[in-house]
Nanobody
Framework: QVQLVESGGGLVQAGGSLRLSCAASGIIFMINDMGWYRQAPGKQRELVAVISSGGSIRYADFVKGRFTISRDNAKKTVYLQMNSLKPEDTAVYYC????????WGQGTQVTVSS
């Protein structure tokens, strides 16, 4: 079955950096569009960044210039490098794989203190 396992979350001070990883299994990774979403308490889940199977990248406006998404098809892993973190980036971050259907990871907590 599909498994997406996120790691790399944690507590960081404002201005700091974190790198999230999502290791995939049970899917043909290279044909999936891979994305990162986040959900803060009391808010809806929102797109952070997506990288297509062909390498096209799209970012939410609120992370442009601060976050970088990348993928390693050989390792079946997608990454999210997060720099210049702000308290409003605090959320659970979810990995998403999309090819005809959506698959989700369990999420990793990112907390940014002011």
């Amino acid at each position: 079955q599909v498994q997406l396992v996120e790691s790399g979350g944690g507590l960081v001070q404002a201005g700091g950096s974190l790198r999230l990883s999502c290791a995939a299994s049970g899917i043909i990774f290279m044909i999936n569009d891979m994305g990162w979403y986040r959900q803060a308490p009391g808010k809806q889940r929102e797109l952070v960044a997506v990288i297509s199977s062909g390498g096209s990248i799209r970012y939410a406006d609120f992370v442009k210039g601060r976050f970088t998404i990348s993928r390693d098809n050989a390792k079946k892993t997608v990454y999210l490098q997060m720099n210049s973190l702000k308290p409003e980036d605090t959320a659970v971050y979810y990995c998403n794989a999309r090819y005809r259907v959506d698959s989700w990871g369990q999420g990793t907590q990112v907390t940014v203190s002011s």
